[in-house]
């Protein structure tokens, strides 16, 4: 009797484990950012030739300074011919390029309450020692300590469940996160040597597991 109730109880456990990981939802940084409605984009009706020309317009505009350079002088001639003729198909230049911010810093709502796992970098905010207990995970080495910070649906504030933390060797370990994502806005303080920052957040996360990230 006792050696059935064991093989029972076996079962069950990895019929549990079994359960657990099927529900795991393996996603890349990508996922984090919703995705585009085509109906959305006010340049679909454009050909190939018509798009290209459009989206360096489009860059020119939001990439060169008000203030005219002089070494830029022909493309700054180039855009201004450009915009009112493009505004006459439609297609409102500064309003893209607004569009466009927003949809970079949304968020992917789809994601909420869901038990993710997701590769990234550690960089911690509170530790003990080697014992890091809250982080903030990132898509590449230098995020959030070099100048603009990604936007906020490229990091994810993680809790850690374990307790005691996780045992981090340097900033940036390459980690897997497995945890319930919440897809909730927050600004938090990164202290730096050179003095504070606040880091506009996406995604909030508590991890029940962490692993070195291989290959």
């Known amino acids: 009797m006792n050696g059935l ?12 484990l079994y359960s657990e990981g099927s529900e795991i939802l393996q996603i890349q940084w990508n996922d984090l950012v919703p995705k585009e409605d085509p109906k959305e984009d006010s340049l679909s009706d454009l050909s190939e030739k018509e798009r290209a020309f459009a989206e360096w317009i489009i860059h020119l505009r939001g990439s060169l ?3 005219v350079e002089p070494k830029y002088q022909e493309m700054y001639a ?8 493009l505004k ?3 297609i409102d230049v500064d309003n893209i390029i607004a569009e466009r911010r927003l949809k970079k810093a949304a968020i ?9 796992k997701l590769p990234g970098y550690l960089l911690p905010l509170e530790f003990s020692g080697t014992m890091v207990t809250e982080f ?5 080495i230098g995020a959030c300590i070099h ?3 990604p936007p906020p649906n490229q990091i994810v504030h993680v809790k850690v469940l374990a307790k005691g933390g996780y045992k981090s060797s340097k900033y940036f370990d390459p980690i897997w996160v497995t945890g319930i994502i919440s897809a909730k806005a927050m600004i938090k303080d990164l202290f730096l040597i ?4 606040g880091i506009n957040i996406g995604y909030t996360m508590e991890a029940n597991r962490i692993e070195l990230y291989k290959g």
């Open 88 to 90: 006459r198909k439609g």
């Open 194 to 197: 050179d003095g504070s920052a």
């Open 108 to 116: 992917n709502t789809d994601l909420d309450g869901r038990l993710i």
């Open 147 to 149: 100048a603009p910070p």
């Open 5 to 16: 109730v064991k093989i029972l109880g076996l079962i069950f456990c990895f019929y549990a």
């Open 78 to 85: 180039e855009m201004n011919a450009a915009l009112p003729k």
């Open 136 to 140: 903030l995970l990132v898509p590449y």
């Open 65 to 67: 300074p008000e203030k």
